[in-house]
């Protein structure tokens, strides 16, 4: 059986290591807090956004590499509606809205129920702030679609940009109800 002084020795050990524990995290947020301080007084970034800028950097020519390939497999077969939803969606990723849409008519013009080009300029549209016509390019995709997923999310979201909460939840529950049958 313990002791009550083996006790009380083991808990002031033990606190003495919590405490030690504690400045120990003290010092190293010190020393990096100073460190941010030190580079930001220097002119430059602190080490966190270094990192962000050069992850952003990165992604930037990634996308741009992306980009360019979908170009040039369109330059190829130029009659190939998925290389040109593909193209769509990397221009609105990148936030070039007016190509994007572009390219989103462009595929409709080959295939003019193809789903997810609707859906892509079904989003242009959205963030170009042309809701109405939005929504209806959405709903046509929806009934459209084999794999309505993102087409509800989308629509749940415009729903919710305009207010109307109990639409948007109901988008979003038919895209999860969608997703867990394991559709896409």
Not at 5 to 24: E, K
Not at 33 to 59: C, H, I, K, N, R
Not at 106 to 129: F, P, Q
Request: proline residues 3%; glycine residues 6%.
């Amino acid at each position: 059986m313990i002791s009550g002084r083996c006790l009380q020795i083991c808990f002031t050990v033990w606190a003495g290591w919590r405490i030690l524990i504690v400045v120990f995290f003290l010092l190293v947020a010190t020393n990096l807090l100073f460190a941010a301080e030190e580079s930001q007084s220097a002119g430059q970034p602190a080490p966190t956004e270094m990192v962000e800028q050069s992850t952003a950097q990165s992604s930037q020519a990634s996308l741009d590499e992306a980009i360019n390939l979908a170009r040039q497999k369109i330059t190829a077969d130029p009659s190939s509606v998925q290389e040109q939803v593909s193209l769509g969606f990397l221009l609105l990723k990148k936030g070039a809205l007016a190509e994007a849409q572009k390219v989103f008519d462009d595929a409709l013009a080959l295939n003019n129920s193809y789903h997810d080009a609707l859906t892509g300029k079904g989003i242009v549209l959205e963030r170009m702030g042309k809701d109405k016509e939005a929504e209806e390019l959405l709903q046509k995709a929806l009934v459209l679609n084999p794999n309505p997923v993102r087409t509800h999310y989308e629509l749940g979201f415009l729903y919710e940009k305009r207010g109307d909460y109990t639409s948007a939840v109901a988008e979003y529950k038919k895209g999860i109800e969608k997703y867990q049958q394991g559709r896409k």
